[in-house]
């Protein structure tokens, strides 16, 4: 199993935190042929955990998943979250191969937050650097317990792990379009915002930011005196529109989402003054915060970019009877369809 494998006939699927969710493709045409999609929900906190009686259950629902889905492979490739990988785009001089093996194996300690003995290591040469003696690596480490742990889980439900893939360049893959020139794909999770900037189709950022739909439950509980569980319907329900309970809600969030904005600011920056002859043309906007009321302009307004909603199935070909059914759950799809689009996208 690797961190980058190498299969064409696999299905991608997504451990989130809430549920797990399953898309196998095939090659057809111009677009890859949605074959079966699925997902079942799990207990909260059950994913995340390293228990063992909890990694048999994870098993156990994936197991039923796959059942319900009816995929025809066994083979996996899996996504894995930006708290348990690290992922960054290094410059290296323009090597072969062999030559790119042992150089990343002599230096990895350099660009990884963590003892190399410690950790899996893998690499994927994703284009010339900025000059022709250059190249641009995507350098990807995950601790030896995580990729234990996931081939332990697969293992158990009945299906081999081919390849581990952080869910950040997985969900890119799904919502950046081909025609894009450079694009920032914002996933506002619960518990992180996963940022990635996409220049002609290949990640050249990829940042994670401890703020997610949780972090804004939270200072709304804590400004308007109410529960998380009644600070959630009220995120929910009046997000950021001015109008709404005089605008409170709105005034609660402000603090976090310019904190948000801030880290945006400094991303988009650093990408202008490492490639300056490349304008970005907009954020797409995904996951399960997406949905806040008010939010898309409020962004718009606050980063100068325009804000595309996230379409997970933009790069793939199904059935017209199927649209309905698939744009509702879009943004939930875009890491599970983008590890099944390896190799055939």
């Known amino acids: 199993m690797a961190l980058f494998g190498g299969q064409s006939d696999y299905v991608g699927i997504d451990i989130g935190s809430g549920g797990i969710r399953l898309v196998q493709l095939k090659k057809a045409g111009n677009k890859p042929a949605l074959v079966t999609y699925g997902e079942i929900p799990v207990a909260p906190g059950i994913t995340s ?25 066994k ?46 290591v893998d690499w994927y040469v994703l284009g010339p650097g900025k000059t022709p003696a250059e190249q641009q690596v995507l350098l990807v480490a995950a601790a030896n317990t995580v990729t234990e742990k996931y081939l332990s889980i697969f293992e158990q439900a009945g299906l081999e792990l081919m390849a581990l893939e952080p869910n950040a360049v997985a969900l890119a893959r799904a919502v950046v379009q081909p025609s894009d020139l450079a694009v920032l794909v914002l996933d506002i999770g619960s518990v992180a915002t996963d940022l990635t900037i996409v220049h002609a189709n290949v990640p050249k950022l990829l940042r994670s930011i401890n703020i997610g739909g949780t972090t804004f439950v939270k200072s709304a509980a804590q400004a308007l005196g ?34 948000l904005v801030s880290e945006i600011d400094k991303s988009v920056k650093f990408f202008a003054g490492e490639y300056p002859e490349v304008k970005l043309e907009k954020i797409v906007l995904t996951g399960g915060t997406t949905g806040m009321p008010e939010l898309p302009a409020y962004l718009s307004t606050a980063t100068g970019l325009s804000i595309e909603i996230a379409n997970a199935w933009v790069n793939v070909s199904y059935k017209a009877s199927l649209q309905q059914s698939l744009m509702g759950v879009s943004t939930g799809y875009g890491v599970a369809v983008g590890l099944a689009e390896r190799d055939v996208l």
């Open 226 to 259: 109410l529960d998380e569980a009644q600070a959630d319907q009220f995120v929910r329900k009046f997000g950021l529109t001015q109008s709404k309970l005089e605008g409170q809600v709105l005034k609660a969030l402000k603090p976090s989402l310019d904190q």
């Open 49 to 73: 955990s390293d228990a063992p009686a909890d990694i048999t259950k994870v098993a156990q629902s994936i197991r039923e998943l796959v059942k319900q889905a009816k995929i025809d492979t």
């Open 75 to 120: 083979a996996v490739v899996a996504g894995l979250p930006s708290n348990k990988v690290f992922a960054s785009v290094i410059t290296t001089p323009k090597l072969s191969a062999g030559e790119l093996e042992k150089a990343i194996k002599l230096q990895a300690d350099q660009y990884i937050p963590m003892a190399v003995k410690d950790v899996k």
